[in-house]
Structure formats: structure tokens, C-alpha cells
């Protein structure tokens, strides 16, 4: 239960862990809040020969909170990112979600883009990135590029991200006064991984759906859009029950879960449609 | 990789318990192995060494971290507290006093994580629920008491009774 031997560096800017990202490509990890990496490591799932530690560059400490949104820099914390969004919007999707990400000694080490950068198919931040038009920035040898978090993820732990490449932040639109969130997740006990779980946000406008988005996660190897269930819900009232049945219909067809080692995919698919009324009941609620 | 020529040791300046300290660490060595072999701060107990049972739970500038899930080398700079430093401040005595009242521990293994995780709990609510409790200790194994005695004695100590 030790780490296998590896080099330590801890460049003290982007640019510098970027050169060392390029030197080394896939035998160099990215050592961030480590909640993820350092278990991997003793489990030696994985065994670099190179730890690029990034907490000493404190220009990624930065997180920002302004009329276009919320920025988080690579080394913003679970517990940190938590506190700046509820101060601004107890209401918000990320407010609700991230008191379920592990416990409160993971998320005051823990990273939202090392948990983006992870792309683990069971965790909520990729799903809610996903569901707020999240954009993730990386930096690499020929500059910066933004990417959208739904091209972001490729599959499990899979992402977009080069070998060269460093995640420095995460920038997620600010939405308008009419837009609800919602979320929940089943988990056999809090803080762990959920079995699934459902990040969604409605336009409502005078009682109508006038536009929503539903991402799972657990359902799939990376966030599962519910694009025949959001259909169903585009245009109708919010209190409206048919539309209601008609989008668990929506579910239970469209989404393709996989049994996972546990739980059968006919569970998985009853707990999709039972987080989606828990889910509606969110965006009827005032917020 | 040792065509490289670096380091498998580096050196290591940080605070324990208010006392600074200087050393040289293996750069693989976790922040609880450090602490217990090359300090002898026994306190802090090592139980899964992945991050899942809360056993090693010590503070980092002040704030709650999973000893097993730092490197030794990555508090360089910073202030590192274990229940040996919370005891010895008196800062968790009415903690301690009510894990003995309700008999909240059995073997022990657990209780240090326990008692610096529900410290940290009181120290931002008060009076937390017994649901909260259970929320905030969710991170922390104990194979003896089945929990309840241990929600009752943070319950108690958090003026809940």
C-alpha cells in the first residue's frame, strides 16, 4: 500500500509544469488535491514514473465570481468552491452538488478540475459541467484552448486532454434569474460514489418549461444526456403529470444502463425515473 | 527514470503542533507515515492508507485532511496539527470527556479522526443534528460501536443532548 518510487518536481508556474508535461507526455502525472491520485497510487493502479506536483503555482489558486460567472482555478477546492457559490446562489446546481462529493477532509484537498481532469463516470462534477455549459481551459506548448465540458469528456476517465496538456480552470456561465436547478444522487451512504445520480436545470417561465437539460451520472462511461426525456419536458408546465410520465417514459427508453458489479440495469433505470420526479419536485419548489 | 538525476529525498520545513520542524523525507512517504515513523506521533492512525476510513484525519492549516492522501513533502511551508497538538492545547477536552461518558470508543483505532472531525463540525455548528453528525462523521470508519454511542457523545459535547 505504498507508492511505487517516482520523481517528484513541483514547477512553480504553468509554464513550467507544461514543459515537463511535454517532456514527459504519459509518464508524468499531474499531482493536484491528489484525493483521487494518491489512492491510485498506493492501490498502484498507476505508477509514474513522474509526479508533476502543481500546489505550489498560485496563480491557479484563483477563483472568480462576477456577472458572467463562476472561474475556478486548477487548485480551487472542493470546500472553497462550495463556500464562494452558496455566498452567491444557495439555489445553484454546484451549491447542491457539491456537498455530496466525499467528505468534508476530501473536499478541503480535493480539486474541481482535478475531479473534471479525473472524468470519473460515477462523479458529480463532470455531470454538472456537462449540464451548466461549463468550459474547461488548458494550457499546453502551442498556448491556451477552451473546450466545452461536453467535448471535454470522451469516455471512462477519458478526455480531450492532451498528454502536454495541464487543466488551469474552469469557467461556468452565469444563468438567468429564470433558470431552476435541481439535483440528487442514491448512494448506499453519503459521500460515496453515487450508484446514480442527476444534475438538471430548467428555464421556467410562468409556470413552463420552457428549456431543460438532465445529465446522469453512473449511467454510462461518461454524463448521459437524457435528450428524448428533456423533449418531453421542453414546453410543458411544470405541475403538468402527463409531460411528468412521459419523460420517465423518455428514460426508462433512452437511457442504455450498464448492470454494474452491485445493481442491475433495471434498478438503475427505476432509480433514473425516481430522481427525475425528485428532480421536478426541486424545480417546483421555490428557489 | 534515474537518468534524470533527481532526488528520492528532499528536505522539508513545516510547523507540528506549533513546533517547527526540519527534515528529510523520502518524496514518496505520506504525510501520516512521516509523522508517526519519523516523528513518533503515534496519534494519528494509519487504517486503509487510500483514503476511505478517516483513521489518519489531522489538520493542515487548520483544516481537516486525509493524512495518507498528502505527501510529507507537499506541507513544506505549512502548519500541520495531530490529536497530540489538539490534546495538549485542550482545545477537544470536552470531546474527549464525553467519548468516555457515552463510551464512544472501544478499541480506539477510529477515535482521533472522530474526535478532530466532530471538532471541526462543532467549531462551525454548534448545536449540529443528529443527522448532521452523522453526515460529518460519514468519512470516518468504526468497526466497534456501531456509531450511535459516537453521535451521542458529539451530540453531547455540541451542547445536544
Not at chain 1, 42 to 61: C, K, Q
Not at chain 1, 247 to 253: D, K, L
Not at chain 2, 125 to 152: F, H, K, L
Request: include cysteine.
Amino acid at each position: 500500500m505504498k507508492p511505487a518510487p517516482f520523481h517528484y518536481l513541483a514547477p512553480a508556474t504553468v509554464e513550467a509544469a507544461v514543459a515537463l508535461l511535454a517532456e514527459h507526455g504519459d509518464e508524468a502525472a499531474v499531482l493536484a488535491g491528489g484525493q483521487s491520485l494518491m489512492p491510485m497510487l498506493a492501490l498502484r493502479l498507476t505508477a509514474p514514473a513522474i509526479l508533476v506536483d502543481i500546489n505550489r503555482i498560485g496563480a491557479l489558486e484563483r477563483q472568480s465570481i462576477d456577472a458572467a460567472g463562476y472561474s475556478f482555478g486548477a487548485l480551487v477546492r472542493h470546500a472553497d468552491a462550495w463556500a464562494a457559490v452558496r455566498a452567491d446562489d444557495p439555489a445553484h446546481l454546484l451549491a447542491r452538488a457539491l456537498p455530496h462529493v466525499a467528505h468534508q477532509a476530501i473536499r478541503h484537498r480535493g480539486t474541481i478540475c482535478g475531479s473534471l481532469a479525473l472524468a470519473d463516470p460515477a462523479a458529480e462534477l463532470p455531470a454538472c459541467a456537462v449540464c451548466l455549459d461549463a468550459e474547461i481551459e488548458l494550457a499546453g506548448p502551442a498556448g491556451r484552448r477552451r473546450l466545452t465540458a461536453d467535448a471535454f469528456f470522451e469516455g471512462l476517465y477519458t478526455t480531450a486532454r492532451r498528454p502536454d496538456e495541464l487543466v488551469v480552470g474552469v469557467h461556468v456561465p452565469r444563468l438567468g434569474p429564470d433558470t431552476r436547478f435541481g439535483f440528487d444522487e442514491v448512494a448506499r451512504r453519503h459521500g460515496d460514489y453515487a450508484i446514480l445520480g442527476l444534475a438538471a436545470r430548467a428555464l421556467v417561465v410562468d409556470g413552463c418549461i420552457k428549456d431543460c437539460r438532465l445529465v446522469y451520472f453512473g449511467a454510462g462511461a461518461r454524463p448521459v444526456v437524457a435528450t428524448a426525456a428533456q423533449a418531453a419536458l421542453k414546453g410543458a408546465a411544470l405541475d403538468d403529470g402527463h409531460a411528468h410520465g412521459r419523460a420517465a417514459a423518455a428514460v426508462m427508453g433512452e437511457l442504455a444502463i450498464d448492470p454494474d458489479l452491485r445493481y442491475g440495469a433495471t434498478y438503475k433505470r427505476q432509480l433514473a425515473t425516481a430522481l427525475l420526479k425528485r428532480i421536478i419536485g426541486q424545480w417546483k419548489a421555490p428557489q | 527514470m534515474s537518468d534524470l538525476g533527481l532526488e528520492t529525498t528532499a528536505t522539508l520545513a513545516c510547523t507540528v503542533n506549533g513546533e517547527p520542524v526540519r527534515a528529510i523525507v523520502p518524496v514518496r512517504q505520506s504525510l501520516v507515515d512521516w509523522l508517526r515513523h519519523g516523528l513518533g506521533l503515534t496519534g494519528s492512525h494509519v487504517g486503509c492508507e487510500h483514503g476511505v476510513c478517516g483513521a489518519c484525519t489531522i489538520l493542515v492549516d487548520g483544516r481537516t485532511v486525509r493524512g495518507c492522501l498528502m505527501l510529507a513533502m507537499q506541507v513544506d511551508g505549512l502548519a500541520v496539527e495531530t490529536i497530540e497538538g489538539a490534546t495538549a492545547s485542550g482545545r477537544v477536552v470536552a470531546l474527549q470527556a464525553a467519548f468516555r461518558e457515552r463510551a464512544a470508543l472501544q478499541c480506539g483505532f477510529c477515535t482521533p479522526g472522530m474526535v478532530l472531525t466532530a471538532a471541526e463540525l462543532l467549531a462551525s455548528e454548534p448545536r449540529p443534528s443528529r443527522a448532521r453528525i452523522r453526515e460529518a462523521i460519514s468519512g470516518n470508519y468504526c468497526r466497534c460501536t456501531g456509531y450511535q454511542a459516537i453521535v451521542d457523545a458529539v451530540a453531547a459535547a455540541g451542547g445536544n443532548d
